[in-house]
Structure formats: C-alpha cells, structure tokens
C-alpha cells in the first residue's frame, strides 16, 4: 500500500496550491482518506477528509471555506485544492487512509489512519 502526496512548494500569502494523494497497492473505495498537517514544533492536526464511498466530507473550522477535498476515483487519487493561503497554513501535508468504519461522517483522529504518505511541504510567505 502506497500513498504519494505532492504539489506542495513555495506561494505567496493569498495564493493558491493543488496537493495530490495518488493511492495504490489496494482499493480504497471504503476508506476514508484525509489530509493532516504539522508545523515544526506542533502537533499534526486534521486539516480535512471524505470518505471515499459516500463522499462524506469534513473540515477543520481554520480550512473552512478555503480548502476543498476532492476524490478521483478512476485516477484513485485525492485533492487538496487550498486558496486563500495564509502564513499559518504553512507545514508539511500528509495525506492518510484509514479503514471502513460504520462512521456516517469522515473520522478526525490521527490514530484512526492507518496508511500515511511521505508528506509534502506547503511555505506560504507574507
């Protein structure tokens, strides 16, 4: 199982990135798969998430309105659209799997993903 994230990089405050997480090794269709961040020095926080079945989504309160998750299944791919970036959205974005769950809506925790991807850097400059 491999999860590959990538499209982070350098962007100016206000612009505007597109993170991929291409999926590969099993399929995916029950999971959820969502996105975390983490700041040096700080916890890795929910950023968002969708399950990949219903399309159930969910977003941290600071990405609301900025962000949007997206899923490809032909491509067996998910997207983070991010605009509106600010200062405090910079960090390293890992994309994650977590396995089928009677949930209705996309689980939040960190401990419930199972598959992690290497992590793609986001510096957003003021």
């Known amino acids: 199982v491999q999860l590959q994230a990538s499209g982070g990089g350098p962007v100016q405050a206000g612009g505007s990135l597109r993170l991929s997480c291409a999926a590969s090794?099993?399929?995916?269709?029950?999971?959820?798969m969502g996105w975390f961040r983490q700041a040096p020095g700080k916890e890795r926080d929910f950023v968002a998430a969708?399950?990949?079945?219903?399309?159930?989504?969910l977003y941290a309160d600071s990405v609301k309105g900025r962000f949007t998750i997206s899923r490809d299944s032909a491509e067996n791919t998910v997207y983070l659209q991010m605009n509106s970036l600010k200062p405090d959205d910079a960090a390293v974005y890992y994309c994650?799997?977590?396995?089928?769950?009677?949930?209705?809506?996309?689980?939040?925790?960190?401990?419930?993903?199972?598959?992690w991807g290497q992590g793609t850097e986001v510096t957003v400059s003021s």
């Open positions: 090794g099993r399929t995916f269709m029950w999971y959820t």
């Open positions: 969708i399950k990949w079945s219903s399309g159930s989504i």
């Open positions: 994650a799997a977590a396995p089928p769950s009677s949930l209705g809506v996309p689980t939040t925790r960190v401990l419930s993903y199972n598959y």
